[in-house]
């Protein structure tokens, strides 16, 4: 594309050239006198016989900036000077008048002289031009002979070769004369096909209209239309653009007798204007709406264009604010020097860099990543004047690729590293040079009951709460993970069992220090070293593991009795608005329990069945559990499922698990009409027997929504009533002994 715009470009310079070279030659070789003056009446150009024959002078270039009060007596150059001045003032030209004239130090000689004003290209005068003719030749007979020789065909040669459209026209607008050129352009053989004819006859009736209104206004104002660019239509034929320049043509009595014109054929630098337009406007609506930054810099790296994309990312509005600024002027000082070194490679090697990956960053704000290409920008001669480049965002794409690392590595619940990785890890390590390399295996000690008991929601912000402790006690250069389910393996290069266990035991006074009521933290753990090239690192792994078990062994009891304490703890604050305190119903179980003769172990189960008999509640929704008011049939639903989750719960404890068939059964009835298996008699446990009724009769003498409570008296009514349907007889019959008997003694 650029090389063809130079072919082009030379084209028309070239055809400018020849032009300048056709009127030197006419100006050279006609024999009149011919020469330009400027506003002040000084001469800017005159060509060789003006120079001779009228100055007296060989050059002509020794005229240029002279005036004719340096060349002719100063009566002569008076007149002259004012003719010109009237003819700049008036625009009206001076046609065939004779005077004398007389170069100082020659003879005198008669002319006619026809001057006229001279335009520029904006149709203001400039100046003027003139011709000098010798009268006394064309006395003598000779400036016939010249018209028929030299003159006429000095311009006829120029006519006929000049490259331009030249014509002219009557009043009426018809041609009277047409140059070679134009005939050619017309695709006319002769010009007696168009002499006497008009623009109507020859092009489209819009752009015969419009010449003809412009040919008139000349005619009628005698100002000239000069260089204006215009479209020539034809009925049958391409059209074409051409450069026009249009004056009127006088007569010898300076009356306007018609107009001249020329015409330049400008249709290959208009196509190429156009085609360049669509070019510029093809690069400007790419640079305006890609996404893409796309920037252009000069060899010291400073910006010469940038898009619109860039300017944003940049917090500009204008791109053009970026103009003559650096990366220095917006990124961080290390990425403008990495940018910058980077350009002056390429400006040096002419080697581009291609789809590389960087980080942009800056002061005060997020990086970004891109992925960027730099090329070196070169002039039309194959110089590096430059370099531009384009980069695009990919930092959603680089978060994206850096979560997916970051979860094939990490444990998605606690952010710890997973297994894979230390797997892999493992092997890296297991090195001479990383002894000794400790492993520390971890158990977290109640996940399965806490699940059972508040969900697995709260499972795992147990665990989360355990790997921050872990996270919090090792070291950096440790690496934490998560093993699988409640397990944690711990890997620590060059270090000694002893600086290990020093570890663990901040990890316990962090589990300690970090436990709540509701949910207390420990984590059974187990170290083992490889000191020794020639041991199995899998070996090591094991010993710990085997450790860890041991401690679990002994830990796992204290661990449970916490849990279990935490979970009472929670079942007591449900029920501490409740008449009767959690001692209390302990003692008037055992009071019952011994006169029934249960033994040592059934009466430490009915301590746990009294205060957990409801542990199913803790894994009910809040909602339903607070709800004030009677529950809908869904909500009693679900209340009856209490006993079976409380059951799951206490199977999945060894120190729960004696009475679990208990809180199944707690809320059976002795006639068989309770739930959730609909049991009775001694189908029922003696424990949930009693407990039963010891916990409904904490029900009777309590407030609900629904009711006031009962007094000590009407609660003992009830029991007596309700006796062998909803409650055990005999055991009913005690308790209503210890009941009365306290009526008694209050």
């Known amino acids: 594309m650029v090389e063809k715009a130079e072919t082009k470009g030379s084209m028309i310079g070239n055809t400018q050239e020849m032009d300048s070279l056709m009127v030197?030659?006419?100006?050279?070789?006609?024999?009149?006198?011919?020469?330009?003056?400027?506003?002040?009446?000084?001469?800017?150009?005159?060509?060789?016989?003006?120079?001779?024959?009228s100055c007296g002078i060989k050059n002509p270039d020794e005229v240029i900036g002279k005036t004719d009060f340096d060349l002719f007596p100063e009566e002569q150059a008076k007149q002259a000077y004012e003719d010109e001045q009237k003819i700049i003032k008036t625009g009206r030209p001076l046609l065939n008048v004779e005077r004398n004239e007389s170069a100082k130090g020659r003879k005198k000689?008669?002319?006619?002289?026809?001057?006229?004003?001279?335009?520029?290209?904006?149709?203001k005068i400039v100046g003027t031009f003139g011709i000098s003719r010798d009268i006394e030749v064309c006395k003598r007979g000779l400036l016939k002979q010249t018209l028929k020789g030299?003159?006429?065909?000095?311009?006829?040669?120029f006519m006929d070769n000049v490259p331009d459209s030249v014509y002219f026209k009557d009043k009426e607008s018809r041609f009277i004369f047409i140059n070679n050129a134009l005939l050619r352009n017309l695709n006319i053989k002769n010009d007696k096909e168009v002499i006497g004819?008009?623009?109507?006859?020859?092009?489209?009736?819009?752009?015969?209209?419009?010449?003809?209104?412009?040919?008139?206004?000349?005619?009628?104002?005698?100002?000239?239309?000069l260089n204006y660019e215009e479209k020539e239509t034809f009925k049958d034929k391409p059209d074409r653009w051409v450069s026009t320049s249009k004056f009127p043509w006088f007569?010898?009595?300076?009356?306007?007798i018609g107009i001249f014109g020329i015409s330049s054929d400008i249709t290959d630098r208009k196509n190429f204007e156009a085609n360049l337009e669509r070019q510029t406007s093809f690069f400007n609506t790419l640079m305006n709406n890609i996404p893409d930054s796309v920037y252009f810099k000069d060899t010291k790296s400073r910006f010469l264009l940038m898009n619109l994309a860039l300017a944003r990312v940049l917090g500009l509005k204008d791109p053009e604010e970026a103009l003559g600024k650096t990366d220095f002027d917006f990124f961080s000082e290390e990425h403008a020097r990495q940018?910058?070194?980077?350009?002056?490679?390429?400006?040096?090697?002419?080697?581009?860099?291609?789809?590389?990956?960087?980080?942009?960053?800056?002061?005060?704000?997020?990086?970004?990543?891109?992925?960027?290409?730099?090329?070196?920008?070169?002039?039309?001669r194959g110089n590096i004047i430059g370099t531009f480049g384009i980069s695009r965002d990919i930092t959603d794409r680089k978060k994206a690729e850096e979560k997916v690392e970051y979860l094939s590595f990490h444990d998605v619940l606690t952010g710890l590293y997973n297994r894979a990785y230390l797997e892999e890890e493992i092997k890296r390590l297991d090195t001479n040079r990383q002894l000794p390399l400790s492993l520390i295996m971890g158990d977290a000690n109640g996940l399965k009951l806490i699940n059972d008991v508040y969900g697995h929601e709260q499972g795992d912000v147990f665990l989360?709460?355990?790997?921050?402790?872990?996270?919090?006690a090792f070291r950096k250069e440790d690496l934490v993970s998560r093993w699988g389910g409640d397990e944690f393996i711990v890997l620590l290069p060059r270090t000694e069992v002893k600086e290990s266990q020093e570890i663990i035991k901040r990890v316990s006074r962090m589990c300690r220090e970090r436990s709540t009521p509701n949910m207390p933290i420990s984590i059974s753990l187990g170290v083992a070293a490889k000191k020794r090239p020639d041991e199995d690192i899998d070996d090591i792994l094991k010993q710990a593991e085997d450790m860890m078990y041991r401690k679990k062994f002994s830990e796992s009891k204290s661990a449970q009795e916490t849990l279990i304490e935490s979970f009472k703890s929670s079942i007591e604050k449900e029920s501490s608005e409740e008449g009767i305190s959690p001692e209390k119903k302990e003692s008037y179980a055992l009071s019952i329990a011994k006169k029934l003769k249960l033994s040592l172990t059934k009466l430490e189960e009915l301590k746990l069945l009294i205060n957990l008999h409801n542990i199913g509640k803790l894994a009910l929704v809040d909602e339903i559990m607070s709800k004030k008011g009677r529950l809908t049939k869904e909500e009693w639903k679900i209340i009856k499922e209490v006993p079976m989750i409380g059951y799951r719960i206490a199977e999945s404890s060894s120190q729960l698990k004696p009475i679990a068939e208990a809180i199944l059964s707690h809320h059976e009835w002795y006639d068989g009409n309770g739930y959730p298996r609909g049991i009775k008699g001694d189908e029922i446990p003696v424990l949930s027997r009693i407990s039963f009724l010891i916990n409904s009769y904490e029900a009777m003498i309590s407030d609900r929504p629904y009711r006031k409570r009962m007094t000590k008296k009407q609660a003992i009514e009830e029991i007596r009533k309700y006796s062998g349907k909803q409650f055990d007889p005999k055991i009913a019959n005690l308790f209503i002994n210890i009941l009365e008997r306290e009526l008694k003694e209050s």
Not at 26 to 52: C, Q, T, W
Not at 150 to 157: A, D, H, M, S, V
Not at 359 to 378: A, Q, V
């Open 464 to 472: 989360r709460k355990v790997a921050e402790i872990l996270k919090d």
């Open 109 to 123: 000689r008669k002319v006619k002289v026809t001057k006229m004003p001279f335009y520029d290209k904006k149709g």
């Open 251 to 256: 007569d010898e009595n300076g009356e306007i």
């Open 24 to 53: 030197n030659a006419f100006m050279g070789h006609v024999p009149d006198g011919i020469y330009f003056k400027d506003l002040k009446s000084r001469y800017m150009r005159a060509n060789k016989a003006f120079a001779e024959k």
């Open 339 to 380: 940018a910058f070194d980077d350009e002056q490679k390429i400006v040096k090697t002419g080697k581009p860099i291609l789809n590389y990956e960087e980080k942009e960053t800056w002061e005060g704000r997020e990086p970004r990543w891109i992925t960027s290409t730099k090329m070196p920008f070169y002039d039309r």
């Open 197 to 225: 004819k008009t623009d109507l006859d020859v092009f489209s009736d819009e752009h015969a209209k419009q010449a003809y209104e412009d040919e008139q206004k000349i005619i009628k104002t005698g100002r000239p239309m």
């Open 150 to 157: 030299g003159e006429r065909t000095y311009f006829q040669t």
